[in-house]
């Protein structure tokens, strides 16, 4: 789970800087939602983690939370959200 958590993150992280290329800003209102599941892959992942193998889900988190929160930034700014 906590490989799947990088993954998802590494691919939500993806798929947001694809958003940012104009005329494909559009695809932020499906990496949001990807994201966003990711997110909770990540904060499960991150809770069922030993102590000592915490560092692959935090990376999860790290990396669907930016994406979120900059697709969503993204959107805010080119008008597809009103």
Sequence with gaps: ???LSVVWGAL???GMFIGFI???GSLNWLNI????AGLVVSIIALSQAKPGQKAMPVIGVVLCGSAVLLG???LLLGGGIL
Aim: net charge positive.
């Design 72 to 74: 969503f930034f993204r």
């Design 1 to 3: 789970m906590q490989i």
């Design 12 to 14: 939500a992280a993806i």
């Design 33 to 36: 939602p990807f994201s966003l």
């Design 22 to 24: 104009p005329c494909l």
